[in-house]
Nanobody, 120 residues
Framework: QVQLVESGGGLVQPGGSLTLSCLAS????????ANWYRQAPGKEREAVASITVRSEITYADSVKGRFTISRDSMKNTVYLHMNNLQPEDSGRYLC??????????????WGPGTQVTVSS
């Protein structure tokens, strides 16, 4: 069984930075691809950044130049580095990853999310 847990959220002032982590644990052989989403109250879930098994990266237009997604395969962790945060970046950030288990089965997994609040 595989679990995903996000961390690193919090309260930050406009212009500030945060780094979110998404740790895969359990019977993990490798994280094949991963996505960060965010959900704000009253808004649809928005795809923020993604990284494929070939390390191809895409970003939402709203975060290009400010957010960076990265992966540490040795630590089974995906990161989202967020700079110049603005109030509209507030929301619950969720990690979604396609993970190959030690039994070489691939599953789609979600973490519970971590809250990011940008406010002065």
């Amino acid at each position: 069984q595989v679990q995903l847990v996000e961390s690193g959220g919090g309260l930050v002032q406009p212009g500030g930075s945060l780094t979110l982590s998404c740790l895969a644990s359990g019977s993990v052989f490798a994280i094949k691809s991963a996505n960060w989403y965010r959900q704000a109250p009253g808004k649809e879930r928005e795809a923020v950044a993604s990284i494929t098994v070939r390390s191809e990266i895409t970003y939402a237009d709203s975060v290009k130049g400010r957010f960076t997604i990265s992966r540490d395969s040795m630590k089974n962790t995906v990161y989202l580095h967020m700079n110049n945060l603005q109030p509209e970046d507030s929301g619950r950030y969720l990690c979604n990853a396609q993970i190959m288990s030690t039994e070489f089965q691939t599953s789609d997994n979600w973490g519970p999310g971590t809250q990011v609040t940008v406010s002065s």
